[in-house]
């Protein structure tokens, strides 16, 4: 019952997309088209999208769309927007709940119908059309929200995993990732429970939506990797590297260049320059990285000290910690913390 009150509000037609439609159905007819135009002239920023969708930003950042304090957005795609291409510094799953739409990437097309599910890294250049009442469903997460949930939680060897790795350490990134759910309603419900949840908007939503994602990307690799759709890319040697960074992903408080190398037994040179030509980062690089990437994580999502967090991710020493902090975030790990609550 819950999902057919969800689905009927997200039906509704809002005012922006009942304007994208009307100037949609009226663009051939110039008389009318300037009479409607003339008629929203109060609607500054509306008509602004309708007549110049080329100057919509082309990029976007993670706190236009999710609210301080929260990992995730669930946003309805309006429809009848006019196309226009963009990238964003965010991870996005975009889930077609009903009809069809058309997604743009990198001068591929690709047709999407109920039950799709498209995820799309940062800083990938696409556009979605949806010109007719489908509903089109798009899930936003923070890049640190992402890392967060495969460096705590799905260590496996899932494509999701690996696509995780691609896009946030290595050189080659995966530009997409398509799965045809064929309308599973277990996949539409758990979309639909985050955005629910999201409507509660409690102390306990963002918490129980982040929780509710890890199901979501676990049962959906478990139902459906066989309809997995990925860019074709060099596959040489391309599993035994991602086991090699899902190794130091994996051990990345603990781990030496000495301990990598005779793990994959490697030399300590070739085992230094196969890092720097897979993440373009140098061994010390890539380890601080991750542990800038997972100390972030732990100031804004647990009431650790610092001391525990510097100690939880390697550091034997807190002011080392802290340093390190200061020269990636320019600011102390203490007023970080404070500013983001």
Known sequence: ??????????????????????????????EALNEFLEAIND?????????????????????????????????????FI???????????????????????????????????LCLIPPN?????????????????????????IFINTIRDKTEISFFFLENIYTRQKVRYMIYHTNEDVLIRNYILDMYLEQLNLDEYSDRIICSILIIFFMQLTRRHKKSLEIPEVNQKGKAYENQ????????????????????????????????????G????????????????????LTQLSIAEISDKIGYKHPETFIRAFKRNFETSPSQYRKGKH
């Open 281 to 300: 980062y140098s061994f010390t690089e890539l380890l601080t990285s991750i542990r800038m990437q997972q100390g972030e994580s732990l100031l804004l």
């Open 124 to 148: 990938v250049e696409h556009g979605l059309e949806v010109f007719d009442d489908s509903l089109i469903l798009n899930i936003l997460i923070r890049r640190s929200t992402f890392l967060d």
């Open 244 to 279: 090699f960074l899902n190794y130091i992903l994996n051990n990345y408080a603990t781990v030496t260049l000495k301990e990598l190398s005779e793990h994959f037994n490697f030399s300590v040179p070739y085992c230094s320059k196969l890092i720097k030509s897979l993440t």
């Open 1 to 30: 019952m819950k999902y057919n009150l969800i689905m009927n509000k997200l039906s509704k037609w809002e005012k922006d997309e009942s304007l994208y439609r009307k100037y949609y159905q009226l663009k051939d007819n110039a």
């Open 82 to 116: 006019p196309f226009f291409f963009h990238e964003h510094s965010f991870f996005e799953i975009i889930y077609v709940l009903s009809g069809t739409c058309k997604q743009r990437i990198r001068g591929k097309t690709f047709t999407f119908v109920q039950g799709d």
């Open 43 to 79: 609607e500054t920023e509306l008509k602004e999208i309708i007549i110049h969708p080329e100057n919509i930003p082309k990029y976007r950042y993670e706190d236009e769309f999710i609210s301080n304090n929260h990992n995730v957005a669930i946003i309805k795609h309006p429809r």
